[in-house]
């Protein structure tokens, strides 16, 4: 069976010290406002509306869990770098995320959504300051794939796979599109890994759910 396949909705969260304890191992999922993220999970999971997706960027403004059937969870982020978004609001989601990505024990790597025609921009350099420093694996999505020709598309992949070294070994990335429903076997490959490299111990996972099938 996928991986993601079957996950449920848990838990919304507005404030980080709302966040429950956690239940095991758990793959975040963040990206700049409009770069195709609900779209890559709703793709993932195999389900039309299981992450909100607006034509309204800003409009994912809580941590939501969704619970895998092996236990671990895929952690959506609020959506950063919408600019209408009032200071007040925006400042609270920046503390949101930072909190979140900084300190939550649980979390074992972060997938990190980029639109493949804009990728690497300031914001995203600032999650992975954020993120690298804590030696866990960041795996980058360049979404909306569709929208490149093969050409462009492979050498926007080398520059970024280039210029993503700066931020440490621990750094994948891939093309991706949720229209044409590419690159799906590949990120599971890659969180299946993640969760292949701890014990069900570690993960908060029951034994015999330490590697999904």
Request: aromatic share 6%.
């Amino acid at each position: 069976m996928s991986l993601f396949r079957a996950a449920r909705f848990e838990i919304s969260i507005a404030r980080p010290q709302d966040l429950p304890p956690s239940m095991g191992a758990e793959i975040a999922f963040a990206g700049r406002s409009n770069a195709g993220k609900s779209s890559a999970i709703n793709t993932l999971v195999g389900h039309t509306r299981l992450a909100f997706v607006s034509k309204t960027p800003g409009r994912t403004q809580l941590i939501n869990i969704f619970r895998m059937n092996n236990g671990a969870a895929l952690v959506d982020l609020p959506g950063y770098g919408y600019a209408k978004v009032p200071e007040a609001i925006r400042k609270q989601w920046v503390k949101l995320l930072e909190e979140y990505l900084t300190r939550r024990d649980s979390l074992i790597g972060l997938i990190l959504i980029m639109d493949s025609r804009h990728p690497l921009t300031p914001l995203d350099q600032q999650m992975l300051g954020w993120f690298a420093p804590t030696g866990r694996p960041i795996h980058v999505l360049l979404t909306k794939s569709d929208k490149l020709t093969r050409g462009p598309a492979m050498q926007t992949l080398a520059k970024v796979r280039k210029d993503l070294a700066a931020w440490g070994p621990n750094i994948s990335v891939q093309l991706f599109s949720s229209l044409k429903k590419s690159g799906v076997e590949e990120v599971e490959k890659v969180v299946g890994g993640w969760l292949g490299t701890h014990s069900p111990e570690e993960l908060g996972l029951p034994e015999d759910a330490a590697r999904a099938e």
